[in-house]
């Protein structure tokens, strides 16, 4: 429950001419009503005395002029006071003189309304002492004058002075009450306005981070691929160079055949193996640069296989290798590209297994079928992570390396036994 604590309202600027002029008919207004007040009084006095009223009362509607003259004057201009003690103790006043002068009468009521929107309790209560009691010696001495005490008919008249006091007291606490509240819904919408705009740029940061965050992936990404495109490049130019090898030592051997003219013969087999020895020249100029770490290893080749299995085995990994339709021998015989492409892979996976699945069995099978190599991985996901979890890289550069090859890789979990599967053209 919000509790709203009366605040003192603001004066208006001295230096608005609007404000000027609200002041001044205010005083125009106020000593207008109030001449007609008093003159309306005293024309019944003199009809009650017969046009020879008593001095006494001619002097008290002499001073009540007096008071409600000064009164209406200053009730205007006192509208730029701030609040504060001497804005309190001047209207205070100005109400007192309710009981005084007839001719203040709007005077002490623009009064009694500006303390009411102060919503103090305690001035509240001291202008109605003070009205109660300069009402009560206004009466007292009236009633004097004319030669009749009824204490009670003065106790009345004090009575609706009072009462009558109450009304503006009472309008001015329903406006500054409502003031207050405008006041405190403005606060709560600039707040909330606040708290939105506040929203909005956590969520324009968070989008932000997002972003930055998703262009580092991708820039991950792009280098895990290009890593594993120069290292089939590696690969390719060890493989393309053995075989450029291989065709230079054949045309050196056909060189030295004798059923055909060996001049030609020598010619023609000399230009075929200088053309595949400056080919293999040039060729590991320009694809030297590839090569993106010292001491690489030598081409995989069907055996590396069985030993990267060993070397597992050897660590405390238990993994089996299961040929199906496919032996050692007819990797062999196919174009090395694949064979180094099944090896990084095998490596990628049992490397995969030790790290997020320790302690558990890794079963790698090979087959052919249909015209394609393929590679299956399988262990059991394990209960308790040995590892925070991965980046995935290594299964994207395995994906990456079959594609290169014309295939493809999947992988993922499923009934609890993680699998990856790559495949490539035979």
């Known amino acids: ?76 201009p006192l509208r730029f006071l701030r609040p504060g003690r001497l804005h309190t103790a ?52 009236d009633a004097r004058i004319r030669g009749e005490a009824p204490e009670a008919l003065v106790l009345a ?25 405008l006041a405190s819904l403005q606060g709560r919408a600039a707040s909330a306005e606040r708290e939105r705009e506040t929203a909005q740029r956590e969520a324009v940061a968070a989008e932000r981070e997002a972003a930055a965050l998703m262009r580092e992936r991708e820039a991950e990404t792009a280098r895990v691929r290009a890593e594993e495109r120069a290292a089939l490049a590696r690969d390719m130019h060890d493989s393309i160079s053995h075989h450029l090898a291989a065709i230079a030592m054949h045309a050196g051997a056909m060189a030295y055949r004798e059923d055909l003219s060996p001049e030609a013969l020598r010619r023609t087999s000399g230009t075929v193996r200088d053309a595949a020895r400056q080919a293999n020249r040039e060729l ?18 069907a055996p590396t296989l069985a030993g990267i299995v060993e070397r597992c085995r050897e660590e405390g990994q238990e993994v089996e290798l299961v040929w199906e339709g496919l ?6 015989a196919r174009d090395r590209s694949t064979v180094v492409a099944l090896a990084r892979i095998l490596a ?22 249909d015209q394609q190599v393929r590679l299956r991985a399988r ?18 550069g395995v994906q990456e390396r079959a594609r290169l090859l014309g295939g493809d890789a999947r992988h993922g979990a499923r009934e609890g036994i993680f699998e990856v599967e790559a495949w490539m053209p035979w």
């Open 1 to 76: 429950m919000t509790v709203l604590v009366p605040r003192s309202p603001a004066p208006p600027s001295v230096r608005s001419p609007r404000q000027w002029a609200i002041a001044l008919a205010q005083s125009l207004v106020g000593t207008a009503l109030g001449l007609l007040v008093v003159l309306i009084s005293f024309g019944l006095l003199l009809e009650e005395f017969s046009d020879q009223p008593p001095e006494g009362l001619v002097g008290l509607y002499v001073l009540d002029a007096l008071i409600g003259v000064i009164a209406t004057l200053l009730i205007g």
């Open 90 to 141: 001047a209207h205070l006043l100005l109400a007192a003189t309710v009981g005084l002068s007839s001719w203040a009468l709007p005077a002490a009521a623009l009064s009694l309304y500006r303390i009411g929107v102060r919503r103090r309790t305690v001035l509240d209560v001291a202008v109605i002492l003070l009205v109660a009691g300069t009402s009560m010696a206004s009466l007292s001495v």
């Open 157 to 181: 008249a004090m009575g609706v002075m009072v009462v009558l006091a109450l009304i503006p007291l009472l309008l001015g606490h329903v406006v500054g009450t409502r003031h207050e509240l």
């Open 284 to 301: 590991r100029t320009v694809l030297s640069g590839l090569r993106t770490a010292d001491g690489d290893a030598p081409l995989a080749t």
């Open 327 to 332: 032996t050692a021998e007819d990797l062999t």
């Open 348 to 369: 990628e996976v049992t490397l995969n297994a030790a790290k997020h699945a320790p302690g558990t069995p890794l079963q790698v099978t090979l087959s052919r079928r």
């Open 379 to 396: 262990n059991p996901l394990s209960a308790v992570p040995a590892s925070a979890l991965s980046s995935g890289h290594g299964l994207l």
